[in-house]
């Protein structure tokens, strides 16, 4: 193996000695892989921040492009890597760089939930109302893919307070807002139409606490306020993802076990729990926690879609594709859904299977460009396939 490979293997590692003997050696620090990607990718994805910031010193790009269009920058974007985030801003990130779906960084981070990324991509001015190829703002990503909970709630706040539009309307017609009614979140369509404010000041401090990146501060104030009221689920919360912050996870996970505990029926916990695990690699775990928010609500369908947009960053895109049908069953018309699933079967290399799920997508928004390339794109691979067998077709 040359030593261009053995540089973005190590970098996948996290293996920052031999990173940096594979660079002294005359390793090229923006070589390809076969999937095109750099080492920095590679580092980004497994989120080594110290990789990272060593190959961005050593003069790695920030804006390069893998096969699938993606680069390191939108990679930690969406990932909700805002460390990694954080520094790349400092390296010649391209803040109006999209993925192959239209997106900034800022649209995938507000659409997974990962608040802090959010908070960084808005701070640094990526801009709040551009739409990706779906027609979906970083505010109707929120909406629509989000379920108007704590967490939810706090990522739409930061989009309107950045002068997210509430009334661009996605390829249907429809606003955020209209989208928030329709869903009955209650507490977002407040806050789209300026009528929010929080009464609780304890809850006030302690997000500011935690937005300010004082997660023992924020820590200290829900401590005091559990004492006096050890029911307030929302405190839980901000203690919760405040522990996260500070990588210490098992503290975290037992402070939504303990509003579990409480109250069995609040689903944004097993969210909460979910995405903890998932941070601690604990994969089986933090799947059986959408399960049982989906057996509690079978109807719910934000459990689900998380639940097939984890099973996807996995590379298990035949349970994906599952999840994506029991999702089309309880909403046929969701063309999002048909798009995801036709992504996870072209993995798959099931590419005539692929191209049926795209164009029930097409079928309910036949004027999209995105969905014909993909269409083509699968149709291409069949051809190669077939010539590959040595059939002209």
Excluded at 269 to 281: D, G
Excluded at 357 to 377: G, M, R
Aim: proline share 3%; glycine share 6%; charged share 25%.
């Amino acid at each position: 193996m040359n030593q261009n490979l053995e540089l973005i293997l190590a970098s996948e590692r996290g293996d920052l000695n031999a990173v940096k003997q594979l660079l002294e050696d005359g390793a090229d620090v923006d070589f390809k892989d076969a999937d095109g990607r750099t080492a920095l990718m590679a580092a980004t994805q497994k989120n080594h921040l110290s990789v990272v910031k060593f190959l961005l010193k050593a003069g790695s790009d920030v804006n390069t492009r893998d096969i699938t269009q993606l680069t390191p920058f939108i990679c930690s974007g969406a990932n909700g890597f805002h460390e990694i985030l954080s520094e790349m801003l400092n390296y010649g990130a391209d803040l109006n760089s999209i993925n192959r779906f239209g997106g900034t960084a800022l649209l995938p981070s507000s659409e997974k939930g990962y608040l802090k990324t959010v908070q960084r991509c808005l701070d640094a001015g990526i801009p709040v109302n551009h739409a990706n190829n779906l027609g979906w703002s970083g505010l109707l990503e929120a909406v629509i893919l989000g379920n108007g909970g704590r967490l939810y709630s706090m990522i739409i706040e930061l989009l309107v307070k950045a002068g997210a539009d509430v009334n661009i309307p996605d390829r249907d017609g429809k606003s955020a807002l209209q989208h928030a009614k329709d869903m009955k979140q209650e507490k977002v369509v407040k806050i789209l139409t300026n009528d929010y404010v929080e009464q609780n000041e304890t809850i006030n401090r302690a997000k500011a606490f935690y937005l300010d990146d004082k997660y023992e501060e924020a820590i200290s104030e829900t401590n005091q306020a559990l004492e006096k009221d050890p029911n307030n689920l929302d405190f839980y919360f901000y203690k919760g993802y405040s522990l996260q912050e500070l990588m210490r996870y098992d503290e975290a996970l037992e402070e939504y076990k303990k509003a579990l505990a409480i109250n069995p029926k609040d689903l944004d916990f097993y969210f909460y729990t979910a995405n903890c695990l998932r941070l601690m690699k604990k994969t089986e775990e933090a799947l059986a926690e959408y399960d049982k928010a989906c057996e509690l609500d079978p109807a719910e369908t934000f459990y689900r879609y998380h639940k097939s947009n984890y099973l996807r960053e996995l590379g298990r895109h035949e349970e994906a594709v599952i999840e994506m049908d029991n999702l089309l069953t309880l909403k046929p018309n969701r063309y999002d859904f048909s798009f995801h699933k036709a992504n996870s079967l072209r993995s798959l290399g099931r590419h005539e299977a692929a191209i049926e799920a795209i164009e029930n997508a097409i079928k309910n928004d036949p004027t999209n460009p995105l969905y014909q390339l993909h269409k083509n794109q699968s149709l291409e691979l069949i051809k190669k396939q077939l010539e590959s067998q040595g059939v002209n077709k």
